[in-house]
């Protein structure tokens, strides 16, 4: 039954990926893999986990579209997620999934010995970490584009032009905060929900995933920035932000100027390396606190 879940699911979402242009044909069969090895999970964590990441990242990326169009040319283009982007923000969590069901699949924390149930609530954290990055770069990015006033740099807190990979806003702080707090918010439902007995017997230890979410997302964010301050390119045309232009086309676009970072890891990259660095510290967050 969970099986027939999963795919209905995932086809439904994909369909509705592909009517929006949220997707291109090559993100829509790797989002179908995230979905099905996510879905059929009996940890309904994680299926909620992943659907707010998708439902509240699909709808930031399409809204103000004119607007952020206008701030960068090449906008229309990124907005439909490639097997790239979609395996980046969701091929981890998927093997996160993967290993839970190995490992958990069908059992109950009560029947676990104590080394299990470890390992469980770590894999938990690591999940949640590596989705509360996601969501808060997701919505940094998009909302914090929009904001009134220009980002700073990171690194050197001079202003830069909006879409600047390593600026950051009050805007797109808030947004970082927000979009972590509905991760850790939707697991912390979850867990609570399915596993409400085993809270109250003491089986599992009750730990506020809502706030979790909020911290790891803006540490998430600070990293991200971090790394497209430093290693990777900002090329500006016209005071605007080409978030295509590489290292290799700069000499043949008329007018670029190279903004802030050097042209060492692309967007996709960048984005890898600090949702996996924010897992890395939540899994190991996880071993000190408990």
């Known amino acids: 039954m969970r099986t027939y879940f999963a795919i209905l699911l995932t086809a439904v979402l994909c369909l509705i990926s592909l009517r929006r242009q949220s997707l291109s044909g090559s993100g829509t069969v790797a989002a179908a893999l995230v979905g099905l090895s996510t879905a059929s999970n009996d940890n309904i964590m994680f299926t909620v986990v992943l659907l707010a990441f998708f439902i509240s990242s699909s709808y930031w990326t399409k809204y103000q579209a004119r607007a952020k169009a206008r701030l960068d040319p090449c906008y229309a283009k990124a907005s439909r997620r490639d097997w790239r982007q979609v395996l980046c923000n969701g091929g981890v969590g998927a093997v996160i999934s993967v290993v839970y069901q190995y490992n958990f699949d069908g059992r109950r924390p009560a029947d676990m010995s104590l080394e299990e149930r470890k390992l469980m609530t770590l894999l938990i954290w690591g999940y949640i970490g590596f989705y509360s990055c996601c969501a808060a770069d997701t919505w940094a990015s998009e909302l914090g584009t929009l904001s009134s006033d220009w980002p700073v740099l990171i690194t050197t807190l001079k202003q830069?032009?909006?879409?600047?990979?390593?600026?950051?806003?009050?805007?797109?702080?808030l947004a970082s905060f927000a979009g972590g707090a509905l991760i850790g918010l939707t697991a912390d439902v979850a867990m609570w929900v399915q596993y409400f007995g085993a809270y109250k017997s003491g089986a599992l230890p009750r730990i506020p995933y809502n706030m979790l979410g909020s911290v790891f997302g803006m540490?998430?964010?600070l990293i991200d920035s971090l790394l497209g301050a430093t290693v990777q390119a900002s090329y500006a045309v016209n005071k605007r932000i080409a978030s295509d232009i590489s290292a290799n086309e700069l000499s043949q676009v008329k007018g670029a100027v190279l903004v802030a970072g050097r042209d060492v890891l692309s967007n996709n990259m960048v984005n890898v390396?600090?949702?996996v660095s924010t897992m890395a510290i939540a899994i190991i967050l996880q071993t000190v606190v408990f």
Do not use: R
């Open 273 to 275: 390396v600090a949702s």
């Open 219 to 221: 540490l998430g964010s």
């Open 160 to 173: 830069v032009p909006p879409g600047t990979n390593g600026g950051v806003s009050k805007l797109g702080m």
